[in-house]
């Protein structure tokens, strides 16, 4: 879907400037950004929305049965609710600390889904 205007709140900070962007004769104008940053953010969220993924999925550890995930970088917007889905068919195996990969190739969409907590070695039976 094509828009051609866009009001919302910046995230990239905690400051959420509220940024009005718009697409006119294949100009475009973000205003409200108090910073490059959020005006690069106004633009990349008219064209090409995008989001970080955060979850969870199983683990093979019996004293830690879930582990806290995130995609490494933003995946599009309009990919985000079958990428949760597909978290429910991971299942992790220590030892991992925050920042490992669980799955170099999430759901196909050529980003790594990390850990952003350890997960211990599983512990013998
Ligand atoms: S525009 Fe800049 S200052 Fe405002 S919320 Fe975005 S990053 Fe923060």
């Given at each position: 879907?094509?828009?051609?205007?866009?009001?919302?709140a910046c995230v990239?900070?905690?400051?959420?400037?509220?940024?009005?962007?718009?697409?006119?004769?294949?100009?475009?104008?973000?205003?409200?950004?108090?910073?490059?940053?959020?005006?690069?953010?106004?633009?990349?969220?008219l064209l090409?929305p995008?989001r970080v993924l955060?979850?969870?999925?199983?683990?093979?550890?019996?004293?830690?049965?879930?582990?806290?995930?995130?995609?490494?970088?933003a995946?599009?917007l309009?990919?985000?609710?079958?990428?949760?889905?597909?978290?429910s068919?991971?299942?992790?195996?220590?030892?991992?600390?925050?920042?490992?990969?669980?799955v170099e190739?999430?759901?196909g969409?050529?980003?790594?889904?990390v850990?952003?907590?350890?997960?211990p070695?599983?512990?013998p039976?």
């Amino acid at each position: 879907m094509t828009r051609d205007f866009l009001e919302a709140a910046c995230v990239e900070c905690p400051r959420g400037c509220r940024l009005s962007v718009r697409r006119s004769g294949g100009e475009l104008t973000v205003s409200g950004a108090a910073c490059p940053r959020g005006e690069a953010w106004g633009r990349r969220e008219l064209l090409m929305p995008a989001r970080v993924l955060t979850g969870t999925v199983r683990t093979t550890s019996r004293d830690m049965p879930r582990l806290p995930v995130r995609t490494r970088e933003a995946i599009p917007l309009d990919t985000l609710l079958e990428a949760a889905r597909a978290l429910s068919s991971i299942v992790a195996a220590g030892p991992l600390v925050p920042g490992d990969t669980v799955v170099e190739d999430f759901n196909g969409l050529g980003v790594p889904l990390v850990a952003t907590a350890a997960l211990p070695p599983d512990s013998p039976p």
